[in-house]
């Protein structure tokens, strides 16, 4: 899919005295969304049971450590801080690979002082989290309690692995990164986890086209346009979704969101020539890809516009298949309710966001729809990002 740039920061209005640059001494708690830790800070003196949250970044749950506010005010209901200094270290702590890591550098990687398997379990924490808060699942539900984030090929300890980089320029006109939340920019001589022979989209001409191969299939798009940036990305979640819905010859399928129509393509080899693959993307330029990818598959069509939008003019078709990979902020209730309308056998939810699977898979649920697999992969080394696949079918139905 063509995802969405990132939201800017906004600018919040004071809520009395500030706090930044005030320093304490905490425990940290569990791992939260968003690449930071939970620290509970005791409440005033007259108020000790008036705990204050500060979301902490560049610490580890269990450790002890100080402290210092970036962001907050009196009246704020929680605070953001860094970990800058560390008095009793997790043993899952490691000293960071990139020297632009750490508390006021380089906002790009949250999770580089951490051992690579227990960042794994970081995230799998995280998304077991979203599950129960969000989606109403149990946390003893297999699917719960028995996911883990895997590891995919490509990278070398987490390292080397982003095949496209964008980089910030300083006012001096040197090549940088971003402070977490902020507009400075960090100098960069090199980013580690960008692998040797990654492209720098900075200045990237929209009109050039590039192409990627997944499987021996080449598929052309934008040298701006999304691709997935780890190596071993696209064919661990094409494998992942056509394993999971199990295409049979003369299916009809929908892939929204589709992008440059990486999921159609192999949903219409799979389907063959009795079956049909409608793709369904609201950006132009991908769609123009699409065409050009999807070419000679007599089974696929493309429809360019938001996927609302055309589900509602082609008055929700019957599908037996859907590949669901929205953007960060989830496909929300309408869409759901589209695809629930079509029928579908089985549906392949690719989530880039933890937290907008599990609100979208509770909407489903609603549905008589059941979620009968989730998995998690580590597409983003030394970040806090992860990906997930989960399928989901009709109650009572047999999803193969």
């Given amino acids: 899919m063509a995802r969405r740039p990132a939201r800017q920061t906004r600018e919040r209005q004071a809520r009395g005295r500030s706090r930044v640059g005030e320093r304490f001494t905490a425990v940290v708690g569990p791992v939260a969304h968003g690449g930071h830790f939970v620290v509970r800070l005791p409440g005033p003196p007259e108020n000790p049971g008036e705990s204050r949250v500060v979301f902490t970044r560049h610490a580890l749950p269990g450790e002890e450590v100080v402290v210092e506010i970036t962001e907050g005010t009196e009246g704020d209901r ?95 006109g040197r090549r940088g990164m971003r402070r977490h939340r902020s507009h400075d920019v960090i100098p960069v001589d090199r980013c580690l986890i960008a692998a040797d022979d990654a492209r720098d989209v900075t200045a990237a001409d929209p009109s050039e086209t590039v192409v990627e ?18 190596p071993g990305a696209a064919p661990t979640l094409v494998g992942t979704v056509m394993e999971m819905l199990a295409p049979r010859p003369g299916e009809s399928a929908m892939d929204l969101y589709a992008g440059v129509g990486l999921f ?70 309408k869409v759901v309710e589209q695809i629930v309308s079509s029928a579908p056998r089985a549906v392949a939810y690719v989530a880039c966001d933890p937290a907008a699977l599990a609100r979208d898979l509770k909407i489903f649920a609603e549905h008589g729809y059941r979620t009968t697999a989730v998995r998690a992969f580590d597409l983003f080394p030394m970040t806090s990002h992860v990906e997930c696949v989960a399928l989901l079918g009709k109650t009572g139905a047999d999803l193969r």
């Fill in 78 to 172: 929680f605070w953001r801080g860094d970990a800058v200094q560390v008095l009793t270290a997790s043993p899952d702590r490691v000293t960071p690979p990139c020297p632009y890591a750490g508390p006021g550098l380089c906002g790009g990687c949250d999770f580089q002082h951490v051992a690579l398997p227990a960042q794994r379990e970081l995230k799998a924490s995280v998304v077991r989290e979203q599950l129960v808060r969000l989606g109403g699942f149990s946390a003893d539900d297999p699917l719960v309690s028995g996911l883990t984030v895997a590891p995919v090929p490509g990278d070398v300890d987490g390292l080397g692995w982003r095949t496209r980089v964008e980089f910030a320029t300083t006012s001096d």
């Fill in 213 to 230: 191969t997944v499987d021996e299939r080449s598929f052309a798009l934008s040298a701006t346009g999304f691709w997935q940036v780890h």
């Fill in 264 to 333: 159609a393509r192999f949903l219409a080899e799979a389907v063959g020539p009795t079956g049909s693959v409608l793709a369904v993307e609201a950006d132009r330029q991908a769609c123009e890809y699409a065409e050009e990818n999807l070419a000679g598959l007599t089974a696929t069509r493309v429809e360019c516009g938001p996927v609302e939008r055309v589900l509602g003019v082609l008055d929700s078709p019957p599908a037996d298949l859907v590949v669901l990979d929205p953007p960060r902020e989830g496909a929300r209730r």
